[in-house]
């Protein structure tokens, strides 16, 4: 239910944002929204407090957003409220940002390396990303995570490439395991 919640209101708002030519300020609105959310989760249980009617809950969101964010999303936003679906505000707002995304050509990868890359690095991974897939540019997100030992872990979207020392190692045990068995079941 949640995913066809934030289906539904993100392919909306990312429609009237295409129809109405305001792509961009939608994306940014939505990106401004969704961090304030972030940034004040005492409005977010404020939001979804059981006892506190949806006049009320709208009127705040009219009293913080109005002036602030264009009205077709003070409008989604109510429409979320007055639906009972406050809860998925957030993955509404997420599902829209990777719609614009995609039609924008912009990927998110997420790079994991044993040690910290300079920003030349960094720059090399991402020309490298740049050339070997359909994207025009890329949002990095960066981690250290030392178990790897050596090498990276990329992932976008749904696809990991795994160049780790770790994952190598790993491998590297499964065959000598198989070759073990098989060497064990041929001196029997």
Known sequence: MAKLVSKTYGDALFEVALESGKLDMYW???RAVGSAMDENPE???LMSHP???KEEKTGIIERI???????????????????????EVDSVLQHFDGRVKEYKNIGTAYVTTALAL???QKAAVEKRLLETTKYVKFEMHYA??????GGMVIRIG?????SSVRTK????????SKIQLKAGECAS
Do not use: C, P
């Not at 250290?144 to 030992?149: E, F, K, T």
């Open 118 to 120: 300079s920003d030349g």
């Open 28 to 30: 940014e609105e939505a």
């Open 65 to 87: 957003f109005s002036n602030k964010v264009s009205g077709e999303l003070v409008g989604l936003l109510r429409m979320i409220v007055e639906k009972d679906h406050f809860e």
């Open 51 to 53: 006892k506190i009617g």
């Open 158 to 162: 749904d696809r990991v490439v795994d």
């Open 43 to 45: 409005l977010f249980k």
């Open 169 to 176: 190692l790993y491998d590297l045990t499964r065959e000598l």
């Open 144 to 149: 250290v995570d030392a178990a790897l030992i």
